[in-house]
């Protein structure tokens, strides 16, 4: 097997390189930093990520609306916001009751959802009927699967 060895004068030049780095600020915090009071006004005023964003870069200020959603988050302390697609796809919360004693509805079993599914898949729409024979297009292809036994 072969062994990869490293140049004593590269594995000199790394070193001396790592004990001098330092980690130099972020440059979109610095430039947004600058106009941190106008962004807070503007999130005030119900301006969007987006129209900051295009606000700053028309103003010579490069900075996109995903910059300006984390600069507020981390500068200003707004709280992250979830996407509508994810709201969409979350379960509905149940509606709050007046005298709260309502109660919680029973869950479903499995055998439920099994009859449920079965019912579901054996209904078939009147306008998804199968045509009869000879009317409609030609037929791409005949499926017709092998009996246990007849390979």
């Known amino acids: 097997m072969n062994s990869i060895t490293i140049p004593d004068a590269a594995l000199m ?3 001396d390189a790592a004990t001098k780095f330092t980690r130099d600020a972020s440059p ?3 430039r947004l930093l600058a106009v941190k009071d106008d962004i807070a006004a503007l999130r005030k005023k119900g301006a969007s990520f987006r129209t900051i964003g295009e606000l700053l870069t ?3 200020i490069a900075a996109s609306d995903t910059c300006v959603m984390r600069f507020c ?3 200003l302390g707004e709280k992250p916001t979830r996407s509508a697609k994810r709201k969409s796809s979350a379960a509905p919360k149940p509606a709050p009751v ?3 004693n309502a109660t919680p509805p029973a869950p479903i079993t499995k055998a439920a959802q099994a009859v449920f599914l079965d019912n579901l898949l054996s209904a078939v729409p009147a306008n998804l009927s199968p045509k009869p024979s000879g009317e409609g297009g ?3 292809a005949r499926i ?3 009996k246990p036994g007849e390979l």
């Open 13 to 15: 030049r790394f070193r």
């Open 28 to 30: 979109r915090a610095s």
């Open 58 to 60: 028309q103003n010579g």
């Open 73 to 75: 988050q981390r500068e």
């Open 98 to 100: 007046a005298n709260g």
């Open 138 to 140: 030609p037929r791409i």
């Open 144 to 146: 017709e699967f092998a």
